[in-house]
């Protein structure tokens, strides 16, 4: 039940990101609406392909399809005010990464997978909504290179996974992981955090070339 | 029966502007072949996987897989004389376009999926072919960017969906509905009808790298 | 078992090309490891997914996924030696990429599929971890531009089959393939050796811009 109510949000928080995406790039009313839509469905998407996982949920509950879809065309209309509502936004998006991840994370436990299956299961269904809209927008995708956000996401699985290993209620389990990632993402991004980079150039042209090959 | 033939045609015809894509980025015969592949069998693909819909049509008529090929070697060749055939493949892709979108509508249809999951399946058809080759090609995908093109494959899903309704036979259903959203896209070339685009720019760089951050 | 120990030598450099490959971009370690990820475990999801054939290799073992994880974080570790390695490398995803069209073809045989459909099981699990690598950095496919790759995989392929055919053991058949098409990529590689390109230009601004309206 709470979960739902955090999908919700989530999806149209991730829907609204998602146009504004295709706005920057000058994108007609139609891909608006398809990147809004791969931005607030994909992640689940990716997941339940993977897993084998049908019927998806959109398909099951096409009402959040539709709800995707007045979230863009909702985001067009009030495209003037948007960057005075950045930080809810943050604060959407933040909530919406950790709903993601205990959905995508419980989706796997209950078809019985273990904690490595689970793990990426539920980071997946966090993050790979942004990954396609920025592989659709042509952009590197920026979750590899900004503030902690998928490294949070796998910790709120770790959070979750001992959670219910140490008796915890399920309940409890969601709340306690939900409140524990919202945190910590907000500490991430009040701070800056960033995870390590790994930068790594070849010392001349022609090793360049070479290793490109591979 | 009909289908079939327009389906013949329009991969034949996909794949052949597939193939002329991958040669504007010089890639080698074999990337050729792959991308008029994707182009042309792509968008049935996504959407058999999507909903569940095994086996896929490639992999059950594994002939149409040999075309896609043929029709790709055959566009290196002729690749000449092909700007003087323009028109012939703007038509050919129109309908194509058409074609695929009632195959795809008709098939969430037979698996007993309302008009949300059909309309998305029929779109899904029609344009995804064309979103995976840009993407492939490292462009941002086209079709959110030209005259009216997914929008006319949403008309023909809703045409075919009313005539249906209105108790048509799926005969009829399926050639009124392939004239008229050919009809409507020879419109939309003719006059470069195009969809509103949404424009979205953060007013100042500070708001623009934050607002990226989500 | 001769093809595990070689499936996870291939699983193994494959996810170090990737990581690689995210160093350039200058990645954090979490895209590091996603696109190691990808890399070594991407061919053969693709196949899977496409073929319907669940559950992925990773979601049943879920030991390579973590493998995967080890080497991307143990390329940071040694990149500094590592354009010194590269000829190891170009010898090791060589024998990669034969074993992993071999994995793939016999998978796509065991599901009672024909020759073509093994044959793009096969080259599909051989080059698409490279090809989702690249559109994930942002690149046009390499596998497309430079000296013959795919092709190799495509005639492993027939190779395998024809051993098959002419009742030769599958053990014996896979020893072949594998010594026949690594020879292959070899040659290939010493001799720089290419396929040749398909280059289309259109000859006007107007005809260019028209055709890309397919």
Redesign the interface.
Known sequence: MLLTIIYIIAITAEAM?G??S???????????I??ACVTALGGG?VRD????H???T??KH?EY??LTCCAALFT?LI?KW??HL?NI??IL?ALGLIGFTIIGCQIALQMG??F??SA?AGVLTGVSG??LRD?????????????LY??IS?VAVICYWLCLNIGMSLELTVIFTLIFGFVLRLIA?YFGL??????????DAD?AS?????
Not at 22 to 32: Q, T
Not at 135 to 147: G, Y
């Open positions: 990101t146009a504004l295709a706005g920057r790039r000058s994108m007609d009313w139609f891909g608006v398809l990147i998407s392909v993977l897993l084998g049908y019927p998806l959109w398909v096409p399809l539709v067009i495209a948007m960057r950045r936004f943050l998006d997978h273990g490595v299956v990426v942004g990954i592989i659709l927008c042509n952009d590197v995708p920026l979750v590899f290179r900004r503030e998928a490294s796998f991004i960033e995870m390590p980079k790994f930068i790594y150039q070849e010392d090793s070479s290793t490109d090959k591979h």
